[in-house]
């Protein structure tokens, strides 16, 4: 017999277990909400009184990641960019990207796509349009256009971050330095500004234009009448959020691209552990580490002239004109960051002519052409503003003339006349040993190995593998005319001797001193084990500067000022001696709109915005006048006439003036008794400003 009902039973089923699993859900569902909101209420609540994240570290950290989030678009923009015109390049003259190593072809489209876009901002710049609300939009729209670049280029980043290997002890060892070093520098960029060049001319440079919303010429400040394409660079990321941390992080990119082409060009002669030492050797230089985090311009001509030193290479190995092209962009973009870039593009030009020199004349017409085209639009800005188109050289121009040329180029100050000349003949072992951070003649700190291990090549040349010889004479090549110049000008210029006016010099000298300390570990073990001792003295002086560089760190409370717990103000009283207070001090003394003069003072960054400040950034606006004639008297009532309501002297800067420059003499001996005749109205506690009255205020002032 049928059981009828069973049918029923099985129809009926489903629905009741769908029933009971949809029920079981939802309340497993509440159980979890609820376990959810019992967890964010406990959180809430102990974090509300506890505050992990009080106002001062919430804003700061805030800050810095707004910062590298800015910096970070504008790299991936460039490097869109900079992808698309290099492929475009390559494919129109047959050139095999490949050929370059992966950290070359990285480094590259990077470097000509941040020289475009500040090309482009110049030129927006001079039409009236240097504004944030036209830089972005365009920077956007670029992005949309070139998403394929763009996507190719952060996938060769990611591959280049994926490929980095661990191949011993040793190489672990460069990785590790290096990768300490490049944390504490970021850490140290992302810091306030305070270095002395930047507060004179780096930072005040884009904010004056930013202010104005075009580019101008400045009558005060002739730094701006150099080439600013860093510059444009920093008024595009100042223009997004107002921030003054970003161009030290700009600076810092650049410093991070020229590793990448040292350390690129280094392994693909020779190997991977010459790579990582080239980088270390720089990285372990004091003085590099410290101006990869500030609002500087340099690491942009070490990071060209590193690329260029690859480029020139590779020429040399396929003759083919059309690495000529990208050699004089790079050219033509490096002086566009600094004139001194200059002495990279002749020595570039004479390697080109040593190796191939029956086409001397079309070689040479290809590298200047190109570099001259991509140089031209600041011949143009410099013919504009400046009646000059490589102000301040050369010719006259805006507010120049031949004395204050010799004043700033410290004419009679070199080592000729400070019996110091030996230490040219003994270039780069005096640089070395000699050069202190801060120091008299060279004021830097290069630690004992960057330009002294290539020296090393003359011992290891047997070992030294067979591709890399030939970069080796290319380097030396290289080399000759720059420490020629170097000396030359030194000695007969004060501000010639700076080691870091000739930063060019130092990538390629990482790249030989890392080839010829790699041939060293090919050195016969016996009867003497070189290969150990020369490491165990590498190992021995890069923890010595490593530990001189923490300490250094430590010393500046980068860490305690970016988590709030040291304010900005106090961070920037303790590397500025004062500067930064003084400022602040200023601004409550002086009346709203009143025009303050300097003296002997060229920093006039931090100025109070209710007021005017002009900066003496040559320390002549009391001696030039003085020295051409002008009775004391005069020149205040000029500087009346000007609009100067007070005059602000930095006493310590005259007086370091007077003991190791002093130009114009007589005028600095007259200016005490001079200034003696106006009110003085208010000094610094330690005794470092004083403040003149040039019009009193009235009686029923303040």
Request: glycine share 8%; net charge neutral.
């Amino acid at each position: 017999m049928t059981d009828i009902t069973q049918p029923q039973l099985d129809s009926e089923q489903p629905d009741t277990i769908q029933e009971q699993d949809s029920a079981a859900q939802r309340g497993l569902l509440i159980r979890a909400a609820l376990v959810l909101l019992g967890a964010l209420g406990i959180l809430v609540g102990y974090y509300w009184v506890h505050k992990p994240l009080d106002a001062a570290l919430a804003l700061n950290l805030g800050g810095a990641l707004l910062d590298l989030a800015t910096v970070g678009a504008l790299l991936i923009a460039a490097g869109a960019v900079g992808r698309r015109l290099v492929t475009w390049i390559a494919g129109r003259l047959a050139l095999d990207l490949t050929t370059l190593s992966a950290a070359e072809r990285l480094a590259l489209p990077t470097l000509i796509g941040l020289g475009a876009i500040a090309t482009v901002v110049l030129l927006l710049g001079l039409a009236g349009f240097f504004s944030g609300l036209v830089f972005w939009p365009l920077l956007l729209i670029a992005g949309i256009v070139l998403r394929r670049d763009l996507r190719a280029w952060l996938a060769e980043a990611a591959a280049l971050i994926r490929s980095l290997r661990v191949e011993s002890v040793w190489v672990g060892f460069l990785i590790a330095l290096s990768g300490l070093l490049l944390i504490t520098a970021l850490l140290h960029a992302l810091a306030p500004p305070y270095a002395w060049d930047g507060l004179t001319y780096h930072l005040i440079g884009p904010q004056f234009y930013l202010d104005a919303g075009r580019l101008l010429p400045h009558p005060d400040n002739f730094y701006l009448g150099f080439p600013k394409a860093v510059e444009m660079l920093s008024g595009v990321t100042m223009s997004l959020f107002g921030r003054d941390t970003t161009p030290a992080l700009i600076h810092y990119s650049f410093g991070v691209l020229g590793l990448l082409a040292v350390g690129g060009m280094t392994r693909r002669y020779a190997h991977v552990a010459a790579g990582w030492l080239a980088v270390a050797l720089l990285l372990a230089s004091f003085n590099f580490w410290e101006l990869l985090a500030w609002p500087y311009v340099d690491m942009a001509v070490l990071a060209y002239a590193a690329l260029a030193f690859a480029i020139v290479t590779r020429w040399r190995e396929s003759l083919q004109p059309g690495w000529l092209v990208i050699l004089g962009v790079l050219l033509g973009l490096a002086v566009g960051v600094k004139f001194t870039s200059g002495i990279v593009a002749v020595a570039v030009g004479l390697l080109v002519i040593v190796r191939q020199p029956r086409r001397w004349f079309r070689n040479g017409l290809i590298l200047a052409g190109i570099a001259l085209i991509v140089f031209s639009p600041w011949l143009l800005r410099g013919w504009l503003h400046y009646d000059n188109p490589i102000y301040p050289y050369l010719f006259d121009g805006l507010n120049w003339d031949a004395t204050r040329s010799h004043v700033f180029n410290q004419v009679g100050q070199g080592m000729i006349s400070r019996g110091e000349v030996w230490q040219l003949a003994l270039l780069p072992l005096t640089a070395t040993i000699i050069g202190t951070n801060f120091g008299p003649t060279f004021a830097f700190t290069l630690g004992p190995w960057l330009l002294t291990a290539p020296l090393l090549l003359f011992a290891v040349w047997r070992w030294v593998p067979g591709p890399s010889r030939s970069v080796a004479v290319d380097g030396a090549l290289l080399l000759l005319p720059m420490f020629i110049f170097w000396g030359v000008t030194a000695s007969v210029n004060g501000i010639a001797m700076q080691t870091r006016l000739m930063i060019a010099v130092l990538p390629l000298s990482a790249v030989l001193g890392g080839i010829a300390l790699y041939a060293v570990t090919k050195w016969p073990e016996k009867p003497l084990d070189l290969k150990f001792i020369v490491r165990a003295l590498l190992v021995l002086t890069f923890v010595l500067s490593g530990l001189d560089t923490l300490v250094r760190f430590v010393n500046l409370q980068v860490v305690p000022t970016l988590v709030g717990q040291v304010s900005a103000d106090e961070y920037r009283f303790r590397q500025f001696a004062g500067y930064g207070g003084t400022m602040d001090a200023l601004g409550t003394v002086v009346p709203a709109g009143s025009q303050v003069r300097f003296l002997f003072e060229p920093r006039g960054y931090l100025c109070p915005s209710a007021i005017t400040c002009r900066a003496d950034v040559l320390f002549d606006f009391w001696g030039y006048p003085y020295d051409r004639g002008q009775s004391a008297d005069a020149i205040f009532a000029e500087w009346r006439a000007q609009g100067d309501d007070y005059v602000f002297i930095f006493d310590w800067g005259y007086q370091f003036y007077v003991e190791f420059i002093n130009y114009f003499p007589a005028a600095n001996a007259a200016l005490p008794d001079a200034l003696a005749t106006l009110p003085a109205v208010w000094a610094t506690d330690d005794e470092r400003y004083t403040l003149y009255a040039l019009n009193p205020p009235a009686a029923d002032q303040p």
